[in-house]
């Protein structure tokens, strides 16, 4: 449904969607991207002129916090109300455009223009925006680097729960937001406001100061996992359930999940649930691979369960159940 003519229509030609705290995001073919979901901390993107989208503000206030605001269909985000002059970047008449990737953390979103260069909106008490500030914000800011210069050339984006992350196209990854579990992988427990690059980690085949040649990263609550071109998985940041010990990856909260490119399915991590799949409720500091599902395409670890795709197009979910969101008909995990 879309609201932002006066009118409910749908939503067509979908490339991409993301669902993160209460909120989700969704980017459309044609490069607009649409929110909807809780609003309290900006984490939609709307600005504070609400004019330019026809007054359909559906629960939403010009305040940036505040619990009772949200949005109960998909709108269009549009650029920050401060701004007098159209943002770099591909951002024109109000709206932003060129997008070529996005992401809903806990309570912030990131998004990724088609020219490599970043934005963000919603809670910043982390430094979780990437602005060089710790503010929060209703309207997408532009990501900086650690030199306060605007972040360039990048090629994905992620968010986390309170941090993010972007690979660039010469395959540095850079990290911002809380770091109190070392999830950032600068070598530090400081948060930031600006992306840094990660360090390299303790390898002996490792050269230079910085992790290099990554192909894509997944963001959790206190995990970072990331994968290099030569197929090797690096992970950092808490560890308590074995969570920080290949096609594609997905870990949030204290579990992990690795899918390979021959469709098979790797687990490790927090089992409390019956997360990782195994039938039993023993965390597990080994990655294990979970032999009762083949030919996966896709996977995704929510907070206390998890989901795969197959090639033959069936949905397979585990873990807790006590509000059926796994999806069958017994209320159980």
Same mark, same amino acid.
């Given at each position: 449904m879309d609201l932002n003519n006066g009118r409910a229509t749908q939503i067509h030609s979908?490339?991409?969607?993301?669902? !993160?705290?209460?909120? #989700?995001?969704?980017?459309?073919?044609? /490069?607009?991207?649409?929110?909807?979901?809780?609003?309290?901390? !900006? @984490?939609?993107?709307?600005?504070?002129?609400?004019?330019?989208?026809?007054?359909?503000?559906?629960?939403? #206030?010009?305040?940036?916090?505040?619990?009772?605001?949200?949005?109960?269909?998909? &709108? @269009?985000?549009?650029?920050?109300?401060?701004?007098?002059?159209?943002?770099?970047?591909?951002?024109? =008449?109000?709206?932003?455009? =060129?997008?070529?990737?996005?992401?809903?953390?806990?309570?912030?979103?990131?998004?990724?223009?088609? =020219?490599?260069?970043?934005?963000?909106?919603?809670?910043?008490?982390?430094? @979780?925006?990437?602005? /060089?500030?710790?503010?929060? &914000?209703?309207?997408?800011?532009?990501?900086?680097?650690?030199?306060? =210069?605007?972040?360039?050339?990048?090629?994905?984006?992620?968010? !986390?729960?309170?941090?993010?992350?972007?690979?660039?196209?010469?395959?540095?990854?850079?990290?911002?937001?809380?770091?109190?579990?070392? @999830?950032?992988?600068?070598?530090?427990?400081?948060?930031? #406001?600006?992306?840094t690059r990660v360090v390299k980690g303790h390898n002996i085949h490792e050269t230079g100061d910085y992790l290099s040649n990554i192909t894509a990263v997944s963001l959790g609550n206190t995990v970072t996992t990331a994968i290099k071109s030569d197929g090797t998985v690096w992970a950092f940041g808490t560890n308590s359930s074995g969570s920080s010990g290949d096609e594609g990856k997905q870990q949030l909260r204290f579990h992990s999940m690795i899918l390979t490119n021959t469709g098979s399915v790797y687990v490790w991590g927090h089992n409390e649930e019956n997360t990782l799949g195994k039938d039993d409720n023993n965390n597990s500091s080994e990655i294990e691979k979970l032999e009762s599902i083949k030919n996966v395409i896709s996977i995704n670890a929510a907070r206390y369960n998890s989901s795969a795709i197959t090639s033959d197009g069936k949905v397979y979910t585990w873990g807790r159940n006590d509000e059926g969101q796994i999806g069958n008909v017994n209320v159980a995990s």
């Amino acid at each position: 449904m879309d609201l932002n003519n006066g009118r409910a229509t749908q939503i067509h030609s979908i490339v991409s969607i993301s669902a !993160g705290g209460d909120s #989700s995001i969704l980017v459309r073919g044609d /490069g607009t991207v649409f929110t909807f979901g809780k609003a309290d901390n !900006g @984490q939609l993107g709307y600005g504070e002129n609400l004019t330019a989208n026809k007054g359909e503000k559906d629960n939403i #206030s010009d305040s940036k916090v505040n619990s009772a605001y949200h949005k109960t269909v998909p &709108s @269009q985000v549009i650029n920050r109300s401060d701004d007098d002059i159209t943002l770099d970047g591909g951002i024109t =008449n109000t709206y932003m455009q =060129n997008v070529a990737e996005a992401d809903m953390g806990s309570e912030h979103s990131v998004l990724l223009v088609n =020219n490599g260069l970043v934005y963000s909106t919603g809670l910043g008490t982390s430094g @979780q925006l990437g602005n /060089g500030a710790s503010d929060s &914000s209703d309207g997408y800011v532009r990501v900086v680097d650690s030199d306060g =210069n605007y972040l360039e050339n990048a090629v994905n984006v992620s968010a !986390g729960y309170n941090q993010s992350a972007t690979v660039t196209r010469g395959s540095n990854l850079y990290m911002w937001g809380n770091n109190a579990s070392k @999830q950032l992988g600068d070598d530090s427990a400081t948060t930031k #406001s600006s992306a840094t690059r990660v360090v390299k980690g303790h390898n002996i085949h490792e050269t230079g100061d910085y992790l290099s040649n990554i192909t894509a990263v997944s963001l959790g609550n206190t995990v970072t996992t990331a994968i290099k071109s030569d197929g090797t998985v690096w992970a950092f940041g808490t560890n308590s359930s074995g969570s920080s010990g290949d096609e594609g990856k997905q870990q949030l909260r204290f579990h992990s999940m690795i899918l390979t490119n021959t469709g098979s399915v790797y687990v490790w991590g927090h089992n409390e649930e019956n997360t990782l799949g195994k039938d039993d409720n023993n965390n597990s500091s080994e990655i294990e691979k979970l032999e009762s599902i083949k030919n996966v395409i896709s996977i995704n670890a929510a907070r206390y369960n998890s989901s795969a795709i197959t090639s033959d197009g069936k949905v397979y979910t585990w873990g807790r159940n006590d509000e059926g969101q796994i999806g069958n008909v017994n209320v159980a995990s």
